[in-house]
């Protein structure tokens, strides 16, 4: 076949393409040297730098220098690291004031309509509304919805609106709803109490999308995430919506991870979530004897609690927020449906249990619900949530915090005593996670998933002090992050691996003992339970996961049993 002619190359072109230009390679390698320094996650040495660039020490040491006398880096003189230096900030502030926020969002917006089959659009605040700013249809559909551009609807009742609001700084938030009251009401499903919506608003924020049930118009549905600039403000949403026929609840819970990768991907990764969305290779299959005892869809199952009293298996769901009470023998599992987010519980001595709820440490009873409150220790950081919880045989309850936009180093672990009385005692967690004591009590565990750590304190059990914090265990990247976390009679320290398909156990030293594989990617926390305490109950979560990792595990959200021959130890009580 006779190729066409191709017009011939400017000269300088074809001389680009034959030889270098001069005084490239050391641009080359400045440049190889500012992406080390902003791709690691730890201040960098020079020893560092020189074996990663795999040049002399001069050459690497010129090119820092110039780096440095450029402010694209800066030395920092107390302990000798590398840093990215303010030069590049400024730059970034040029970029973000030139983004043209439209013309990235569009190809996103085409991937969608290709994958979810229906209309997606790329909405902006506008005053007290949003201004829908970019609308793309699918193709063949009976059923199209009208072309919005330039219209405007209310920010409180559509899903871009609530996306946005979500990732407004607290006092930026409460400003911006103040202005809404009273909230209108133009479809079945608007959420008119401000007290319901800024707990909408604060589950959108820990999920990263936003879904609307027929709140803006009656008969359809939306799922959004906001766009972010470099400073995590919202620059616009981007949202799929359609007939609530076609996008069920639950289809726009699968297409959440989607609208927060387009998200990322139109703001060039400004604003990434905490935790990763890489998942582990799948295991070949699960470890014999790993059993599904409760089969349930929930979006964040997490801190599983053993009644011991009523033989039953106690559990959460952050995000659809409710608590479960399951029968592991029958499968049977009840729900109650909770107006805030609970993350975990644990029992009371004086009966009932006490729960980790968004408004603070409460009592709590399966049958009447969240009671009074216990503390509040975070009562200045309305922006952060509690996260893991457990009891120290003292009759402490120790509970981590998290920042509901998974903001780095916002975090802290708090140990609250029967009086209420509620002590730091650590704070810069990233995601302050599972949590435990040794058969002792004379170490205490706790994970900071967001770094992939195990970090492990001396304690003494009668005070409650902590000292000495060092890392016990660390996952490596790409292997899944650690989660929640139990200990066995002998010290033996059990994590589940989030995006990891598996719960490990490691030794007293941290050195990994047993990995037992899952068949869902994103296992939560795990807790001893049954008549003799020798098996380990595991929750899993199903949040974020795309439509096609959900048909590859379609368990995830489900409670699962695994039998061990070390018992677990009985959970400590709350009060005195």
Known sequence: MKQKDQPPMEPELAEDAATPVPGTQALTRGIALLTHVAESKEPLRFVDLAAH?????????????ALVEARLLRL????????????????????W?????????????????ELAGETTRLGILDGDGVLYVDQRDAAQQAVRLTNRVGGRVEAHASACGKAMLAQLDPAGRARFLARLEPLSAPAPGTLTDLEALRRDLDLTAARGYAVSLQEQSEGVHAVAAAVLDHRARPLGAICIVGPAYRLPEQRLHELGREVIEAARRTSGNAGQSAMSLDVAPRPDAATAGVRVVVR??????????????????????????SVHRSDPDSGRDEMLALPEMVSALAPRRSGGLIAAARSGLRGFDFSTGLGET??????????????????????????GTLALDATPDAGALYRI???GQATMMASGLHVANGLGFSPDGRRFYLADSARR??????????TGALSERRVFAEVAEGRGTPN??????EGYVWAALWDGWCVVRYDPAGAVDRIVNLPVPRPTSCAFGGADLRTLFVTSARVRLSAAQLREAPLSGSVFAVACEVPGLPEGGFGG
């Open 97 to 113: 004031d030139e983004f043209d926020l439209r013309a990235a969002a569009e190809p996103e917006l085409e991937r969608l309509v």
């Open 417 to 419: 005593g029967a009086d």
């Open 53 to 65: 660039a795999r040049l002399s020490r001069p050459t690497v040491h010129r090119i820092l220098a």
């Open 296 to 321: 349930a869809e929930a979006l964040l199952g997490e801190g599983p609690l053993w009644s011991v009293a009523e033989g039953r298996l106690y559990w959460v769901d952050i995000l659809n927020p």
């Open 484 to 489: 929640g976390l139990a200990i066995d009679a």
């Open 374 to 399: 216990l503390a509040v220790p975070e009562a200045d950081r309305p922006g952060n949530r509690f996260n893991d919880g457990k009891c120290d045989r003292e009759g402490r309850f120790w509970v």
């Open 453 to 462: 750590r195990i970090f492990v304190f001396d304690a003494d059990p009668v």
């Open 76 to 95: 920092d003189p107390r302990n000798q690291t590398y840093r990215l230096g303010p030069r590049l900030f400024e730059m970034a502030h040029r970029v």
